[in-house]
């Protein structure tokens, strides 16, 4: 059963001289139980992609097109309150840097009970049990409920957020980078933490990072971003193990502790002007193996042979021999 829909996503936002091209024509779904994972450099539009379907874009930003179903719900065409509703019930949202926008002056365990009173009829003392409970499920000690955000370190606070989102029990988890900022060992345990409260809830997981490392350890699928469009997507074994796209090769190459190949190597170059439609490949100025083709229009998410597996690349035929050269470009 399909969960989340999200079909042709377009997003723009106005500055004061220029539409920004944030979101372009991005497609993907996500079925019950699968963990998703949403990849890319900063600016690629994966935050972008969350607020769109959460109706949680700032003022000056726009859907210009694109469908979203939530469990068979058309979410655009509910009212913001009851698309707010759905949120609560049904999607627990993690927003990046969660945990630097607690509130500083209320007790973390207050800043969870007032989320369920929006939400659920039940007693000051029930909402009390359920803020243990909810800590105890996070991993912090519930006689901590009365202490403040700056009690707590960074993945304390972290958790306190992670408590707060699964209040009411979701069918799906957005946690949009969770473990940034984190020490590793900490974003270990976080993550941990969230696949396990994600199993134990039955959830789905929609998992949006710039570390396609932890996508790597923790996602069944996913789709790799990149100047607001879907560059690379399908099963993690597919896009991750074999990459079709020469921006998912780079990518891996500056993560190397997926192969456990060498030092890491970034990607030179930076990422594109958002500021016009894309009318060339919008990894072309970046790519080693950009043809004339590529200067002349963003190819289309190509279907591969393979079950599960998509490429927007002009070369996506010649993919196994550019893999061969990502890594040895020497040659
Ligand atoms: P990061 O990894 O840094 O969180 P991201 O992939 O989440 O990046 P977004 O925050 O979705 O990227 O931003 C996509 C593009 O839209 C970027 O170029 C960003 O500068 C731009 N952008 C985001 N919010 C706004 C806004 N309110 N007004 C104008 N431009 C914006
Ligand atoms: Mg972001």
């Not at 890319?40 to 000056?60: D, H, I, W």
């Not at 469009?229 to 796209?245: A, F, H």
């Not at 990518?251 to 894309?278: C, H, M, Q, T």
């Amino acid at each position: 059963m399909t969960l989340l829909n999200v079909e042709d996503l377009k997003v723009t936002y106005a500055t004061d001289d220029e539409t920004i091209h944030a979101v372009n024509d991005v497609s993907f779904s996500i079925d019950e139980g699968v963990n998703y994972g949403l990849a890319g450099e900063s600016g690629s539009g994966k935050s972008t992609v969350a607020e769109a379907l959460l109706g949680l874009l700032p003022g000056n930003g726009t859907v210009e097109r694109g469908t979203i179903e939530f469990n068979g719900t058309d979410l655009m065409s509910l009212s913001d309150a009851e698309r707010r509703d759905i949120l609560w019930e049904d999607i627990a949202y993690i927003p990046q840097s969660a945990m630097d926008s607690l509130d500083p002056v209320m007790s973390t365990g207050d800043q969870i009970a007032q989320a369920i009173h929006t939400h659920r009829n039940v007693t000051d003392a029930k909402a009390r049990d359920r803020v243990k409970e909810l800590f105890e499920i996070v991993g912090l000690d519930p006689d901590r409920i009365d202490e403040y955000p700056h009690e707590f370190s960074g993945g304390m606070r972290q958790r306190v957020t992670i408590a707060m989102a699964l209040a009411l029990e979701p069918d799906l988890i957005i946690a949009d980078e969770p473990t940034t900022g984190l020490d590793v060992i900490v974003q270990d345990k976080i993550i941990d933490k969230i696949l396990e409260i994600q199993e134990r809830m039955d959830s789905s997981l929609l998992l949006i990072t710039h570390e396609i490392g932890v996508i790597a350890e923790t996602c069944d699928e996913l789709s790799i971003l990149y100047g607001g469009k879907v560059m690379e997507q399908g099963s993690v074994d597919n896009v991750l193990v074999n990459p079709t796209n020469p921006y998912t090769m780079g990518l891996k190459n500056s993560f190397p502790e997926i192969d456990e190949s060498d030092d890491p190597v970034a990607i030179p170059g930076s990422p594109p002007n958002l500021s016009r439609e894309p009318t060339a490949c919008v990894f072309e100025d970046r790519c080693p193996f950009a043809t004339d083709e590529c200067g002349e229009s963003h190819p289309e998410l190509f279907d591969l042979p393979n079950r599960n597996h998509r490429s927007a690349c002009h070369r996506v035929k010649e993919a196994a021999q550019l893999r061969r050269d990502a890594h040895d470009p020497e040659t």
